[in-house]
């Protein structure tokens, strides 16, 4: 790969001059950059920073649209966008919910405000590759004052049958008093034939007096490795309501961290996540205060069967200033097999007084009298171990407020438990 090559990819998609030196600058640090931190986890040979800038070919894996429902939506297939469906009363308001070229369109004053606002593009090599080599991104706008009653899903679908790099960038703007639900999906679609890579990206802008409910399933195959990075930017007195699932079947990174900058502003992360086969997942989850009487919790719950591997490390850093901060994390992962390893790593650090903090973390197997209880009731060890692991994550999943979404991540997981 060369800059020639990005700059022909860029100017190919009528990217404006600012973005076109973003990829420029981006790329020429990819080289001089280490990669993130991730506590006991060996990534270093993974192919996460693949440095090829493409785009896919008409495919025949599409979703069954008619089962997708009304809500307002976005579906992109690898890196062509095939449906925007947006009520016409919220257009009218002003909001945008569109593939980062139309956006550029539409909006373009905001996007490049807010484009790289809340991960800066030489961060780390996976960032920088992400902003250089992204070939598909999508952008969400809701206004100042603007308040959304259907959720709004970004639905984004790894071509399985293609080898391009799935490399996505997501741009969440929210405005000011503003409150909305977003669901997220990443998942693979088709026969999980090629190898391919994804390095997605997604940003969300919290503007100030925000509320954002943020749900997120990823299930990409398991032919593809994975490096999910998601960041949020808090301003005064915003929140936002984390739940995702990570139900991946290859090797996968998940980065999720919130920056608390405003006063008074909340973040409330809970991951459940499902290792098996001989799969690694490796899971960073931080929430950093830096503004005065801001919250941030982590909960983390996780299951591992057969060879799986699956490593939390929930961070909680109090920087100096943040007084009357508060953070706290549980990482908890049940084991179903004497071969499967697990890590759940609490990590505080804490530069201020007047704060609170906490953390607990716990790995085990399943309990033999929970086990023995249920199937002296007549129930086989397959499904007793189903219902062992639906209790564990269900003090994750009763916590997502849509119904969807818990519904849809019990579907999700089912299907994971089916492969074994």
């Known amino acids: 790969m060369s800059k020639q090559a990005i700059l022909n990819f860029s100017q190919a998609k009528a990217e404006p001059i600012w973005l076109q030196e973003r990829r420029l600058a981006a790329f020429d640090k990819?080289?001089?950059?280490?990669?993130?931190?991730?506590?006991?986890?060996?990534?270093?040979?993974?192919?996460?920073?693949?440095?090829?800038?493409?785009?896919?070919?008409?495919?025949?894996?599409?979703p069954d649209f008619m089962?997708?429902?009304?809500?307002?939506?976005?579906?992109?297939v690898g890196t062509q966008t095939l449906l925007e469906q947006l009520p016409t009363d919220l257009i009218q308001q002003g909001l945008v919910f569109t593939d980062l070229q139309s956006a550029l369109e539409e909006i373009p004053q905001v996007v490049e405000k807010y484009f790289g606002s809340a991960l800066a593009y030489d961060e780390d090599k996976l960032a920088a590759c992400n902003y250089a080599y992204?070939?598909?991104?999508?952008?969400?706008?809701?206004?100042?004052?603007?308040?959304?009653?259907?959720?709004?899903?970004?639905i984004y679908l790894q071509d399985s049958d293609s080898d391009v790099p799935f490399n996505k960038h997501v741009l969440i703007i929210a405005g000011k008093n503003t409150k909305f639900s977003y669901i997220e999906r990443f998942e693979s679609i088709g026969e999980y034939s090629e190898k391919a890579s994804a390095n997605i990206s997604v940003e969300i802008i919290a503007g100030s007096g925000s509320q954002i409910?943020?749900?997120?399933?990823?299930?990409?195959?398991?032919?593809?490795?994975?490096?999910?990075?998601?960041?949020?930017?808090h301003d005064?007195?915003?929140?936002?309501?984390?739940?995702?699932?990570?139900?991946?079947?290859?090797?996968?990174?998940?980065?999720?961290?919130?920056?608390?900058?405003?006063?008074?502003?909340?973040?409330?992360?809970?991951?459940?996540?499902?290792?098996?086969?001989?799969?690694?997942?490796?899971?960073?989850?931080?929430?950093?205060?830096?503004?005065?009487?801001?919250?941030?919790?982590?909960?983390q719950h996780g299951v591992i069967l057969e060879r799986g591997t699956l490593t939390f490390n929930g961070i909680g850093h109090?920087?100096?200033?943040?007084?009357?901060?508060?953070?706290?994390?549980?990482?908890?992962?049940?084991?179903?097999?004497?071969?499967?390893?697990?890590?759940?790593?609490?990590?505080?650090?804490?530069?201020?007084?007047e704060v609170t903090a906490g953390h607990a973390a716990s790995i085990g197997q399943v309990d033999a009298e929970d086990m023995y209880y249920l199937m002296s009731r007549g129930i086989d060890k397959e499904t007793a171990e189903r219902l062992v692991i639906r209790g564990f994550l269900g003090a994750v999943i009763t916590e997502i407020p849509s119904k969807e979404v818990r519904q849809d991540l019990i579907a999700v997981l089912d299907k994971k438990l089916d492969k074994r």
């Open 134 to 154: 992204f070939n598909s991104a999508a952008v969400l706008y809701v206004p100042d004052n603007m308040e959304i009653e259907k959720p709004l899903e970004g």
């Open 67 to 76: 089962a997708l429902g009304d809500s307002p939506k976005l579906v992109q």
């Open 318 to 353: 109090i920087v100096k200033g943040a007084k009357g901060a508060d953070a706290q994390q549980e990482s908890r992962v049940l084991m179903l097999s004497d071969k499967a390893r697990s890590d759940a790593n609490p990590i505080l650090l804490i530069d201020e007084n």
């Open 30 to 62: 990819i080289e001089t950059l280490p990669l993130p931190s991730i506590e006991r986890v060996r990534f270093h040979r993974w192919n996460l920073g693949d440095g090829t800038i493409s785009e896919n070919d008409a495919t025949a894996n599409v």
């Open 236 to 299: 005064h007195n915003s929140s936002v309501d984390w739940a995702m699932g990570v139900m991946n079947e290859g090797m996968v990174i998940g980065d999720f961290d919130s920056d608390l900058y405003g006063e008074g502003s909340h973040a409330n992360l809970k991951v459940i996540a499902a290792s098996s086969g001989r799969q690694i997942q490796g899971i960073d989850t931080r929430v950093t205060n830096y503004g005065k009487y801001s919250v941030g919790h982590i909960l």
């Open 213 to 233: 409910s943020y749900s997120a399933i990823d299930r990409l195959g398991e032919n593809v490795t994975a490096y999910i990075s998601r960041r949020v930017k």
